[in-house]
Structures are given as C-alpha cells and as structure tokens.
C-alpha cells in the first residue's frame, strides 16, 4: 500500500474507527492509560453515584425499582436517566465503577464519531450525492463531520452525564437508520427501532426530542423529494418510531406515571440558563465574556448548564459553503433548524421561546433555554461534512470561483472576530481575557484555509491535506477553552464509603446546601480535597456510595410533596422542625454556623409507629400542620386526608406497638400487636406502586402526614407486608418483550434481502 493509500486508509469507516479511538486516547490519557476518571460537577454528584448504585444492585441480583436512600424512599427506575434498564451498562458492572464510568463516557464518545461518519456518508451518497460512497471526498466529508460532532465543546462538556452522552452516541445512528428505514423499508426498519430503544433507554428527554426533531426534518425535506410514496414513508416511519418506543416501554410507563406525581408541570421550566444575548459570539470567539471558575473552567455568567457549545471555527466557513454551493430542500430545512433552535437558545433574548411557551404549554416540563443548541450541534457538522464534499467534487472550471467564496467567507469570519475581539478588550468583562484565544481561531482558520484550498486543487497533497484538515478541527475543539474535563485519582470515591451501610437504612441524615456544598477556596481547586469534601457533607447523591439515607438528594423527578415539604428547606437554608425530624427518623442534622459538621439527635422516631389518633385534614393544611413546630405532635397523631373519614374506623389514641421484622429496598415486613383497631405510620414517602397486606389480606394505604404511609390493623397480633408493586414497569415489560419479539422475527425475515442503495 502505497503512503498515500496508507493516509487514506483512516478515512474509510473502519480507519475512521480506529482514527476516532487515537483521537480520544490523545485528548484523554489520564483516563484510558492512568486509570483516572471525572469528577466535576454533576459527574461526581450525580452521574457516578447512581452508576456505583446500579452496580451494586446489579451484583445483589437486585432491581432497582425504588430508592430508599433519598426523599424518604423515591422510585428509581422510572426516573429514567437512572439508565437502569440501558444494555451498555454492563461496561461498569463487569469493571471497577471507579474507572469504568469514564470508560463508558469515552466509548459513547466514539461511538458519536462514528455514528456522525456513517450518518453523513448516507446522506452525501444517497441525499446530496451520485451513490459513490467509496470514494475520497466522501470518506473525507464524512471524517470532518464526526470529529467536529464528537468533538466540540458542547459534547466534551456531555462527559460529566453519562445519560447524555450516551444519547448523544446514538443520535447520529437514530437519525441515519430512520432515514434509511422510510426510504429503503425492509430489515432497516427493525435496525432503526432497536437503536432508537436503545437510545429512549438512556434517559436524556431533550437529546431524544430533538434526535426526533431532526429526524422529523429531514422527513419533510423528503417528502418534497418523492423518492418512495408519501404513504410508504410515513407508515415506515410510523413504524419504526412505534417499535423503538415499544422496546423502551418498560422504561418509559414508569417515567410518565412518575410525572404524573412529581415537581415538574407545564410551569416548572423557566428561561433561566439561557444563552444570553451576545451568546452567538461564542460559535467564533469560544471565550468572548467567559470567567474561570472551579479548576480552571470556563463559564457563561448566567448560563451553567454547559461550559462550551464552540461548534470549531472552521464549521462556520465549511457549512456556509455548502448552502452557497448546493441547492436543495434539505440544506434549506436544516438551515432553518439551525437558526430557530439558537434563537430559541437564547430564551427572553431571543423573544421566539415565551412565544412557542405560551403556544406550547408542554414545554414547561423542560428546563434551561440553552439546550435547544443540541439541534445545531448535530446539523452544522452535518453541513460542514458536505461543504467538504462540495469542495472536492468541483469541476476544474469552478476551482477559482469556489477558492474566491472560500476567501471571502474566511475574510468575513475573521472580520467577525477581529470586532469581537475589539469589544471584549473596550468593554472588558471581569476576569475575561479573549485575546489569545481569538489569535488562535484566527490561526487555525487561516490553516484550515490552506488546506482546503489544497484539496479543492486536487493536488497530489490531497490525502494528506485531508488528514490534517480532520485533526485541525480536533485540535481546536481541544484547545479553544482550558480542559473542561478535569479527572482525579478514582481512590477518593472508594474514601470512607463501607458497603455495608447498605443493610441498614433505618435513620436518616439531614443536610442543608451549607453543609453539603463547600465553601474554602482552597477546596476549589483541588480535585481531591474538592470530591472528599463532597462526600463528607453527603453532597448530591455521594451517600448512595455507601448507602446512608438522607432526606434529600439530586434528582430531575421528586414526588410533588416531598418537593414541597423537605427540598424547600433543604435549598432554602430553613430548619427542619424537630417534630418532623423526628417523625422522619432524623439521627444527623447540620449543626448550625458549621460547615460539614452534623449534630446526633436523639429523639428521633422509629420507621414504624402505631397507636396514634387520626386527624383528619385537606392536603393544605396537612402540610402547614405538618411543617410546624408546635402543631404537630408525631407521637400522639397522623394525619390523612379528608376521604380517610367515614372509611377508617379508628378515632382515638390507642395502645399498640409495631415491631421491625425484615427491611428490604422493596419489601418492608413487621408485626403489630394491638389492644383496640389501630392506625400504623411508616416514615416513607407515599407512592401508588407501594402496596399493604395485613396477614396476607390486601388492606388500604393511605396518604398520612402530608406525603407519607399509614394503614389501618385490627386489634390483636398482626404481620403487615408492604411490598413495591410496580404494574406499570410489569406491563411495560410485556410490551417491550412483545416488541423485541417482533423485532426479531421481521429481521429474520428480511435478512436475506438486499437493501437497494445500502451504504455502511
């Protein structure tokens, strides 16, 4: 093979596979070869507790349904992001947690890049293109576009959830085999519903939607084409959309039947995290009004849901030379995407989001403007892969006019820059310096323009030229704002954690924001003393590392009146009233004016208490009795709701006593003895799927003292059961066995078919 094949070879599919590997191990080292992982911000109080979780329940043969540790017992499973049900997930089961959770980051990563090569060289060769998917131009296409989606500052920053990389490495795949499925049909459609359950099995809601509002996009653009019947494409399209959430459907009965009970509402998501107004600087001058923040960081004042979302300098040139060059319905519809998603991005700024609010009430439910860059991250890649291809597939008589556009768009781009620069230095932001940073992009724009003039000659530095063009856009997205991906020695999750609290979740911690999150300086920059602080204050959800219940945790779903009751005082710094503590079994709360210091009470209450006299009240003012400390008394009375009158025969104090048997995370068991009918509290949120049995006969359970359990006993000697019963994951479970089912005999089926046109 001669050297220039030799180049050529890493941007055929398979090279590009392997180029994409070396690529990853070069901006990640520490993680793949020094065995360090992540841990800043929501990777270390969120993403890597709950994967630690999962596997332990995984190697006690356990489901996990339902949560004990936080909330006062909340459902797990049907949080979705939780990923419980995600096949991949044995990539940190089978290996230590610590390293694999970085692994499997990384491996999604990959698959991004690959996914964004396989997608682009689809569409170039059957959309835009002739159908030659061997040749250069389109492996070189392809190749930008994969690294320019897998890397940028957006995905870089999507390390720290697990859930939403890994929607984020199907996306591209979700979106390449549903476009092949209405178009080809056959074995393809059962391709594009497993990948796209795949993907609903991640549980990133927004990364979903807007796979599906690209999808829906280029599903349009097609209809114009005509290539297949509107008809055909439509029930393909149908069907390939209905199968993927029937696979998901064990996971996502759950999750709407939790939502039903949680926080959020048509009102919850506000414009808060929005991109701000001069947010669009960002795509050309990634640290124009950026601060540095923890270890180096840099952050958007007022918008923290990512530190970056530079799309590479050179994207902007090569997309603006494919709507230049080529004509069509789908560069046009996908332009279109483009400019509304980062309008929307822009929230009250951009005055198109209360707008589409108010006409969409639904979208409330989601939170944080900014995300509606995701679209744009996928499509301008997109387009800057078939710019590539445009340049290189142009006739020798269009070389000058093609060269001319690409100077003026570069001559422009850096115009562009050049003010920016000039406004940030005469109105300077605290603690922003962009100076260096643009001379850099400014740089690689004029690099990237050589090299593309190169290629667009045809010379015979072609293939080389095109390798480095694809890692210059690495090397920008991997230097245009310090490492936003911070690692640390994976030992310090494994610090104080004994496994054995997992046996033992009778009492109950209560932190405040103070106690939980730090506040020295020092702490803040460095990763050991910053993740040890965490988990001594049990920061997020650091104590399901070692199974220490507390009343609060971090979570997108939280039942609506635990939300109410015990998350307002933990994040507005208030005081739990000690009768509530006590009834919520509270052994440790924060001892005030102190930091990570948590003061033993010692009247707290048992899990189970029985004998009390029911008072009977609406929901709002069994939450103010409730939250008080002088009216309500734990000891002597439950509250239940006004429905509870005239069905519970119980009226006063009585003398009975409940005794603890087993403890399970889906199976509480104790015995009650009691000298008159008598009403039994349980500490634990109130949930539909929790059911009673009174020696094995199923009795009511109601909801007490606001947002809890309580159930009525007969006199004498009793064994209740409460068992977590969830119907909706059952049913879900019949219909994504059902599915996978038919999945599998349709591909049996067609397997033997060739598919016209297919392309890797």
């Given at each position: 093979m001669t050297p220039v094949r030799n180049l050529e070879f890493w941007l055929t599919p398979r090279g590009f596979a392997g180029l994409a590997a070396l690529l990853i191990l070069a901006a990640f080292p520490q993680v793949l070869i020094s065995g360090d992982t992540f841990f800043f911000r929501d990777y270390a109080l969120f993403g890597y507790p709950l994967a630690h979780y999962d596997r332990i329940c995984f190697w006690r043969g356990e489901l996990p349904l339902w949560n004990p540790y936080n909330d006062c017992g909340m459902p797990y499973l049907a949080q979705w992001n939780t990923m419980v049900l995600y096949p991949l997930n044995l990539v940190y089961y089978v290996i230590p947690a610590e390293w694999g959770v970085g692994f499997f980051c990384l491996l999604h990563l990959w698959l991004a890049a690959v996914g964004m090569h396989a997608c682009t060289r689809y569409l170039l060769t059957q959309v835009f293109g002739d159908g030659d998917a061997d040749g250069f131009p389109v492996n070189l296409a392809a190749s930008v576009s994969g690294v320019l989606f897998a890397f940028n500052g957006l995905s870089l920053n999507c390390l720290m959830w697990p859930n939403n990389i890994a929607a984020l490495g199907w996306m591209p795949w979700v979106i390449h085999l549903t476009v092949r499925a209405w178009r080809d049909g056959g074995r393809i459609i059962p391709l594009a519903a497993l990948l796209g359950g795949l993907q609903l099995l991640t549980g990133a809601p927004e990364f979903?939607?807007?796979?599906?509002?690209?999808?829906?996009?280029?599903?349009?653009?097609?209809?114009?084409?005509?290539?297949?019947?509107?008809?055909?494409?439509?029930?393909?399209?149908?069907?390939?959309?209905?199968?993927?959430?029937?696979?998901?459907?064990?996971?996502?009965?759950?999750?709407?039947?939790?939502?039903?009970?949680?926080?959020?509402?048509?009102?919850?998501?506000?414009?808060?995290?929005?991109?701000?107004?001069?947010?669009?600087?960002?795509?050309?001058?990634?640290?124009?009004?950026?601060?540095?923040?923890?270890?180096?960081?840099?952050?958007?004042?007022?918008?923290?849901?990512?530190?970056?979302?530079?799309?590479?300098?050179?994207?902007?040139?090569?997309?603006?030379?494919?709507?230049?060059r080529l004509k069509g319905i789908h560069l046009r519809l996908l332009g279109l995407l483009i400019f509304t998603t980062l309008i929307l991005a822009l929230g009250d700024d951009g005055w198109l989001y209360p707008k589409l609010h108010r006409v969409f009430p639904a979208l409330g439910f989601l939170r944080f403007p900014i995300k509606f860059v995701v679209p744009a991250m996928f499509a301008l890649p997109l387009l800057a892969g078939i710019g590539t291809w445009a340049l290189l597939k142009i006739l020798p008589n269009e070389r000058r006019k093609a060269t001319n556009q690409m100077i003026l768009?570069?001559?422009?781009?850096?115009?562009?820059?050049?003010?920016?620069?000039?406004?940030?230095?005469?109105?300077?932001?605290?603690?922003?310096?962009?100076?260096?940073?643009?001379?850099?992009?400014?740089?690689?724009?004029?690099?990237?323009?050589?090299?593309?003039?190169?290629?667009?000659?045809?010379?015979?530095?072609?293939?080389?030229?095109?390798?480095?063009?694809?890692?210059?856009?690495?090397?920008?997205?991997?230097t245009h704002v310090p490492n936003q991906n911070p690692t640390v020695a994976p030992w310090v999750y494994t610090l104080d954690t004994p496994t054995e609290k997992y046996d033992r979740e009778l009492t109950r911690?209560?932190?405040?924001?103070?106690?939980?999150?730090?506040?020295?300086?020092?702490?803040?920059?460095?990763?050991?003393?910053d993740v040890t602080s965490k988990l001594l204050g049990y920061y997020g959800n650091l104590n399901l590392l070692d199974g220490t219940a507390k009343l609060n945790g971090t979570f997108s779903l939280h039942q609506r009146e635990i939300y109410q009751?015990?998350?307002?005082?933990?994040?507005?710094?208030?005081?739990?009233?000690?009768?509530?503590?006590?009834?919520?079994?509270?052994?440790?709360?924060?001892?005030?004016?102190?930091?990570?210091?948590?003061?033993?009470?010692?009247?707290?209450?048992?899990?189970?208490?029985?004998?009390?006299?029911?008072?009977?009240?609406?929901?709002?003012?069994?939450?103010?009795?409730?939250?008080?400390?002088?009216?309500?008394?734990?000891?002597?009375?439950i509250v239940l709701p006004l429905e509870a009158k005239g069905i519970i025969t119980v009226t006063n104090a009585t003398k009975a006593t409940a005794k603890l048997i087993t403890y399970t995370h889906h199976q509480i068991e104790f015995e009650v003895s009691a000298a008159q009918p008598a009403l039994v509290a349980i500490a634990q949120s109130h949930y539909p799927a929790w059911h009673a049995w009174v020696d094995g006969r199923e009795t009511r359970l109601w909801k007490a003292n606001y947002a809890f359990q309580a159930l009525e006993v007969p006199a004498g000697k009793h064994r209740v059961t409460l068992r977590y019963v969830d119907r909706a994951f059952l049913g879900g479970m019949v219909v994504s066995i059902v599915s996978l089912l038919i999945l599998s005999i349709w591909y049996a089926k067609f397997s033997r078919r060739r598919i016209p046109g297919a392309t890797t």
């Open positions: 979903i939607l807007f796979t599906w509002l690209i999808i829906g996009t280029l599903f349009g653009a097609d209809l114009f084409s005509r290539k297949v019947t509107a008809r055909t494409m439509l029930v393909r399209l149908t069907l390939a959309g209905g199968l993927a959430g029937g696979l998901a459907m064990a996971q996502l009965l759950p999750f709407l039947e939790l939502l039903q009970h949680a926080q959020r509402g048509t009102n919850y998501g506000d414009t808060s995290w929005a991109m701000p107004g001069w947010g669009w600087a960002n795509f050309l001058v990634p640290q124009f009004y950026l601060s540095p923040w923890n270890f180096g960081v840099m952050i958007q004042p007022g918008q923290y849901w990512t530190s970056s979302y530079y799309l590479g300098i050179l994207t902007w040139l090569l997309a603006g030379i494919a709507l230049l768009m570069a001559g422009f781009l850096l115009t562009l820059i050049a003010v920016l620069t000039w406004f940030a230095m005469a109105f300077p932001w605290p603690d922003s310096h962009c100076l260096h940073n643009s001379i850099e992009r400014g740089v690689i724009l004029i690099i990237g323009l050589l090299l593309l003039w190169q290629l667009c000659r045809q010379s015979a530095w072609a293939v080389p030229c095109g390798l480095g063009l694809v890692v210059l856009v690495w090397a920008d997205a991997m911690l209560f932190g405040r924001m103070t106690t939980e999150f730090h506040s020295w300086e020092s702490v803040r920059h460095d990763p050991v003393s009751l015990i998350l307002a005082a933990h994040f507005t710094q208030s005081r739990l009233p000690d009768p509530l503590a006590d009834f919520l079994s509270v052994a440790s709360a924060p001892e005030p004016g102190k930091q990570y210091s948590f003061l033993v009470r010692t009247n707290w209450l048992p899990l189970i208490t029985a004998g009390q006299a029911p008072v009977f009240l609406a929901a709002s003012n069994a939450s103010e009795k409730v939250f008080s400390d002088n009216q309500f008394d734990p000891r002597r009375e």
